[in-house]
């Protein structure tokens, strides 16, 4: 039996760490979903991330992404902060464009609850 790409669903992990020491992995959380992301037609690098209300009372919340180049470094300035609304257990796409052409290799996206 084969499996389209849109069947595949990728989970972050329950212990994530921000630092290079430390437990990670084990478990899954359902709550982060991680996305892949291709390079556009202008040659710049678009992240579209689901971001899921998973509890049973609205979320506000913002987020930025940090784009890295090939050696893990910083490859332009973060991102200014995006701030959305959740209402219970529901989901949001959020989607930021690296601003450069060449050396975004990676990303990372940053969540933080707001009020």
């Known amino acids: 039996m084969s499996i389209l790409i849109s069947e595949l669903i990728m989970y972050g992990s329950a212990n994530h760490q921000e630092t290079d020491s430390g437990t990670q992995g084990g478990a899954i959380t359902t709550s982060v979903k991680l996305e892949l992301t291709d390079i556009s ?38 991102s200014a902060w995006k701030r ?23 990303y990372m996206v940053e969540l933080r609850e707001t009020k």
């Open 84 to 106: 959305f609304s959740l209402p219970p257990r529901t989901s949001n796409t959020y989607r930021e464009t690296s601003i450069g052409t060449q050396n975004a290799s990676y």
């Open 41 to 78: 037609a202008t040659g710049t690098v678009e992240v579209y991330s689901q971001i899921v209300n998973c509890t049973d009372f609205a979320l506000n919340a913002e987020a930025r992404t940090q784009f890295y180049d090939v050696g893990q470094a910083p490859s332009e300035p973060v």
